[in-house]
Nanobody, 125 residues
Framework: VQLVESGGGLVQAGGSLRLSCAAS????????MGWFRQAPGKEREFVAG????????LYADSVKGRFTISRDNAKNTVYLQMNSLKPEDTAVYYC???????????????????WGQGTQVTVSS
């Protein structure tokens, strides 16, 4: 499966962005989907994940209550709505997909099978 992220950009603190991840090649409903981010000099970290069915979601503590992950399997697209952005949210954001049998399982480790190229999110103070 190929993943292409979009929606990144420059925003002021307190603002919002919505990232999209379009999957092609195979139906995204086969995959648990996740968003990760990597800031300069830091390791890639889990941000949010959603199960194949969309019925289960998990978030990093740092983004709980501010970010929302969702998916539209008919469109093979996963979204990350980011509100109340902070300068520390600045990073390259990656979409990832993992083939998994369980329909309500969310994977939080960076062991996903497929990755997008990333989209830059910059939050100015």
């Amino acid at each position: 499966v190929q993943l292409v992220e979009s929606g990144g950009g420059l925003v002021q603190a307190g603002g919002s962005l919505r990232l999209s991840c379009a999957a092609s090649g195979r139906a995204s409903s086969r995959y648990c989907m996740g968003w990760f981010r990597q800031a300069p000099g830091k390791e890639r970290e889990f941000v949010a994940g959603i199960s194949r069915s969309g019925g289960s979601t998990l978030y990093a503590d740092s983004v709980k209550g501010r970010f929302t992950i969702s998916r539209d399997n008919a469109k093979n697209t996963v979204y990350l709505q980011m509100n109340s952005l902070k300068p520390e949210d600045t990073a390259v954001y990656y979409c990832a997909a993992e083939a998994i049998l369980g329909t309500n399982v969310v994977v939080t480790s960076p062991t996903y099978d497929y990755w997008g190229q990333g989209t830059q999110v910059t939050v100015s103070s």
